[in-house]
């Protein structure tokens, strides 16, 4: 792209306000905002695709987290994929398409250092985003670094039709898991988890969690539970884990949008005599496994052992619209936004 014709302005979503509860569209402005000129070792990047994901709820309130929060009338961010327009850097040229964490606008002036390439001849540069992104190591890292996976196990995953769950199941399916269930929140959610291997899964809304947990697992119990949703899903696993069993805590998305302190499990207690193992992580502090995780993920999906879905919603101005959506359960796989 010429000098003259490289844009000057893009277009972005901002944080028009901090949400109580439920976000809602009024907590959200379309803007337009000057492009900042390009220095030395930076680039300007025309995204493609931009990723709406359950942690960005928390930024978007005004406490202290492992992540800044979201400043109110200014552009949020967050991951994206998109293609290089114009380079002042070695590192990457014009072309070419790079991963990166300013989301939420149609155009980033990035530094270059900030930009991972995707490597689109493994898959497209949607896949970046999610099953060989930062979701893919999040799935990859939680059930085998953090719950300590090994073969035989069985494993239970919550959010499981969602972008990370949908993959913890499959990898575990790969790794010799002896079953694998997981719980969704729709009947078309539960018949894809079949589809991609589950051993078993249900419809959390069909009756209490703990009661099909148990018929799922059935006498053997399970040894790893992947927690994406917290709540009545912890509790239900804790009671259902066996002997030494670990919790991996990823996410706990029935919580987000609470306005007054959620109670703990009402049977944590149960981890002492059972000798859980219960460990919170971040993706943020797996990186150490990127290049072993990326090499078998690639493998996986070139020979279908691992397959992912997508939620696309088209359009800059639909993404408030699509993480309302994310946080209500709308999506099946990885919720994206195409620009």
Not at 161 to 168: E, F, W
Not at 175 to 200: C, N, Q, Y
Not at 269 to 281: C, E, N, P, V
Request: aromatic fraction near 6%.
């Amino acid at each position: 792209m010429s000098v003259a014709a490289l844009p000057a302005t893009t277009r972005e979503i901002q944080l028009a306000s901090r949400p109580s509860g439920r976000p809602v569209p009024e907590n959200f402005r379309l803007a337009e905002s000057p492009l900042p000129e390009l220095q030395d070792g930076q680039v300007l990047v025309r995204n493609l695709f931009i990723s709406v994901d359950p942690y960005m709820r928390g930024r978007m309130n005004d406490v202290k987290s492992y992540s800044a929060p979201f400043a109110v009338d200014q552009a949020l961010d967050g991951g994206a994929v998109g293609e290089v327009v114009a380079s002042r850097s070695g590192r990457h040229q014009e072309g070419d398409v790079v991963v990166h964490a300013l989301g939420w606008r149609e155009y980033a002036v990035v530094d270059a250092a900030a930009a991972t390439p995707a490597r689109t001849e493994l898959a497209p540069a949607s896949a970046f985003l999610g099953a060989l992104g930062m979701t893919g190591l999040t799935a990859y890292a939680g059930l085998l670094k953090v719950a300590e996976f090994k073969a035989g196990d069985a494993v239970f995953v919550s959010g499981a039709a969602g972008a990370v769950g949908s993959l913890v199941g499959q990898i575990a399916k790969a790794m010799g898991a002896s079953r694998v269930i997981g719980s969704a929140g729709t009947a078309a959610k539960v018949a894809r988890l079949l589809e991609l291997g589950f051993d078993a899964a249900f419809d959390y809304h069909d009756g209490p969690v703990l009661e099909q947990l148990r018929t799922a697992a059935g006498p053997a119990g399970i040894d790893v539970y992947f927690d994406n949703v917290g709540g009545e899903h912890l509790e239900a696993a804790l009671a259902t884990l066996n002997l030494g069993g670990r919790v991996a805590m990823c996410g706990a998305i029935s919580q987000y949008n609470s306005t007054v302190p959620t109670p703990a499990p009402h049977n944590l207690m149960l981890a002492i005599g059972k000798q859980l193992t219960l460990k919170g992580f971040l993706v943020g502090g797996q990186r150490q496994h990127a290049a072993e995780f990326a090499e078998k993920m690639a493998g996986w999906l070139a020979d279908g052992t691992v397959r992912y879905d997508e939620t696309i919603v088209d359009g800059l101005e639909n993404a408030p619209q699509a993480f309302m959506d994310l946080l209500d359960g709308a999506n099946t796989g990885k919720m994206l936004v195409r620009l």
